[in-house]
């Protein structure tokens, strides 16, 4: 199975038991929770690519502030 990397944030007015149970969900569509971030209110997740990232959207989009695929930076 193949899985994409995401880092969602959190918009500030969800309150902390929606925002855990939006990651039970994730966890229980296949997802893992790979980093919880204490200086924003958000984590980065594994996707099965089976499991679009609009499914996620379509289920909790208006608690996310921003959902961005994990990449690898590099400076110059």
Not at 33 to 47: N, P, R
Not at 48 to 66: C, V, Y
């Amino acid at each position: 199975m193949t899985f994409k990397s995401f880092i969602i944030t959190f918009k500030d007015s969800v309150p902390e038991a929606d925002a855990s149970k939006i990651k039970n969900s994730i966890s229980s569509l296949g997802g893992t929770i790979v980093h919880d971030y204490s200086l924003i209110k958000g984590f980065a997740v594994k996707l099965p690519e089976s499991l679009k990232i609009d499914k996620l959207k379509d289920l909790h989009g208006d608690a996310f502030e921003t959902i961005e695929e994990d990449k690898e930076v590099k400076a110059l």
